[in-house]
């Protein structure tokens, strides 16, 4: 199944600052997935990042928020913007990987002060 | 809406011990159900995948059983150990979106 590296691991930002995350995949795939999971919840999906088109956000997501690069089949970001308190939460990309279910990169943990 | 579930929500047991999670869904239109594992502040570790097709899957001391009919799925640890405290989180592809669960949180107390 596919590997994926994301970084950083974590990071402490101020509020009013953005921050990006990346997601490098060892194989091409179609579909990225970035997800949220804040503190004690369980994952909700912010988008679908498609290459060669913009991505399909869900309910609550918004492009101006959570803008989202796919400048190729092995490559995506996420940036969290203008972070306020209640945006620290854990980040996930993943990746669906046919008959072996979907594979996550190892998380980023974002606290905003 | 797909609706997922994990029972219990938290779960503390002597190592040695075997023990069972559970996972139900409301929709049993769905391609599979994957297992995961997740450590605090980290990623998910994929554990187990059961196809729609199928009953079981084993992996080492995991087993994971799929009843797609009654919307229910369990998670087998035999012989526990302080190792697998983590988070176990049971998630379904519906095809057009991938549903998790609550999750469950173990601790194994040597």
């Known amino acids: 199944s596919a590997v994926i590296s994301q970084k950083p691991s974590r990071d402490i930002c101020q509020r009013g600052t953005s921050l990006t995350i990346q997601c490098q995949v060892d194989?091409?795939?179609?579909?990225m997935f970035w997800y949220r999971q804040q503190p004690g919840q369980s994952l909700t999906l912010i988008a679908t990042a498609n290459q060669g088109s913009e991505a399909t956000y869900e309910s609550g997501f918004v492009i101006d928020k959570f803008p989202i690069s796919r400048p190729n089949l092995t490559f995506s970001t996420l940036t969290v913007s203008n972070m306020s308190p209640e945006d620290s939460s854990i980040y996930l990309c993943s990746v669906g990987t046919g008959s072996y279910g979907y594979t996550f990169g190892s998380g980023t943990r974002l606290t905003v002060v | 809406k797909q609706e997922v579930t994990q029972i219990p929500a938290a779960l503390s047991v002597p190592e040695g011990e075997n023990l069972v999670l559970n996972c139900s869904f409301t929709?049993?239109?769905?391609?599979?159900l994957q297992w995961f594992r997740q450590d605090p502040g980290k990623g998910l570790t994929s554990l187990l995948l059961?196809?729609?097709?199928?009953r079981e899957q084993t992996s080492g001391r995991l087993n994971a059983s799929l009843d797609k009919s009654s919307g229910r799925s369990t998670l087998y640890i035999a012989a526990s150990q302080p190792g697998d405290s983590a988070t176990y989180l049971c998630?379904?592809?519906?095809?057009?979106?991938?549903?998790f669960g609550t999750g469950t949180s173990l601790t194994v107390i040597p």
């Open positions: 059961i196809q729609s097709s199928q």
């Open positions: 194989s091409q795939v179609t579909m």
């Open positions: 929709d049993s239109a769905i391609y599979n």
């Open positions: 998630a379904v592809d519906a095809g057009n979106q991938f549903y």
